[in-house]
């Protein structure tokens, strides 16, 4: 079993950056690859991006690319998402997610943290 902790969500204006930091509590096959998605309040949760196990290959939602990087420290076991040029759409709450493979879907992630709720002001 794994368990992926949030931090790092928060109130921002349109505009600025804020950065969500996502701990792991142990390493394993099933969390090769780590994602961020995202869930606004009447909507389904939505792919952000992913990352690979060893953070050289990564992809993004097109709504997002540009303005949001993900990385990650294996030393620590964290996975990290940087979000800049915030805007009122990025209004969501944001999941962490671990799988073993790199997918757009939520159903291929075994994992997933509490969340953590970003809200961007205009």
């Known amino acids: 079993q794994v368990q992926l902790v949030e931090s790092g969500g928060g109130l921002a204006q349109a505009g600025g950056s804020l950065r969500l930091s996502c701990a792991a509590s142990?390493?394993?096959?099933?969390?090769?690859?780590m994602g961020w998605f995202r869930q606004a309040p009447g909507k389904e949760r939505d792919f952000v991006a992913v990352i690979n196990y060893s953070g050289g290959s990564t992809y993004y939602a097109n709504s997002v690319k540009g303005r949001f990087t993900i990385s990650k420290d294996n030393a620590k076991n964290t996975v990290y998402l940087k979000m800049n040029s915030l805007t009122p759409e990025d209004t969501a709450v944001y999941y962490c997610a671990a799988g073993r493979i790199m997918a757009y879907g939520p159903s291929s992630y075994d994992y997933w943290g509490q969340g953590t709720q970003v809200t961007v002001s205009s």
């Open positions: 142990a390493r394993t096959s099933s969390t090769s690859a």
